[in-house]
């Protein structure tokens, strides 16, 4: 069918929309809010490490929030743009990770080096970076199911995925749209900064001004992920 890639990126989008909208979902809602802070989280994390710095430990809560244990004073970027880079980690690394596994669903080749890549990261994650009990249960659950999927080898099955955890990884930006506007937020009594306070704090700007680039940035590799997989081949 000449329309099919066009149905199936419509499909799944409203699929993930219906999915965090309508409560009947609420069993599938939960553990997809936990891998959508474990991308966020390993965004930050991950990118203390390409910096240069370190990358301790995450955790993962109950209530769906986490944080990323990271350390960049040995970076090899002035401290300021490194502390900032780190933060917008955790806000665009869910939504680069989306972008690159929707684009990858494209050919077989790709979608099969995207989703054994994914599994490597999670078990890695598990085995080095997630100490929280509840966490561990939940992506081991991920990584298992993932692994079945890429041992099936199921073409269709395969590009699903990809395009079902891409869509919802990019759009869980605009799911924590709250926190993107959000100056500071209180978690076992004390205040802590957001993402986009902490850029705001080490770069010129404010935490709205840098919410908005992390809107319109999400959205643009939303766009050009759904374009090159529909592009003909």
Known sequence: MKNRPLLTIIGISLLVFLLWQLPYFGMLQYPLLL??????EMGHGLT?????????????????GGVAYSDVSSSYLNYNIARALTAAGGLLGPAITGAILIASA????????ALWVLITVMVISLCIWIHKLLA??????FAA???????????NLEAF???FLGTQCVLSTYLQIGYLFTQQFERNGKVYYSDTQMIAAHLPGTYWMWGICVLLA???LLYKSYTFYLRRK
């Open 161 to 163: 995925t990809l395009l």
């Open 136 to 141: 561990l249960i939940v992506l081991s659950v």
């Open 35 to 40: 891998l959508g802070t474990w991308f966020h």
């Open 218 to 220: 999400s959205a643009f």
């Open 48 to 64: 203390a490490l390409i910096l240069g710095g370190k990358f301790h430990y995450l955790e993962i809560y109950e209530n769906g």
């Open 145 to 155: 199911i993932l692994f079945f999927i890429g041992l099936v080898r199921v073409r």
């Open 106 to 113: 494209r050919n077989k080749a790709t979608s099969k080096i």
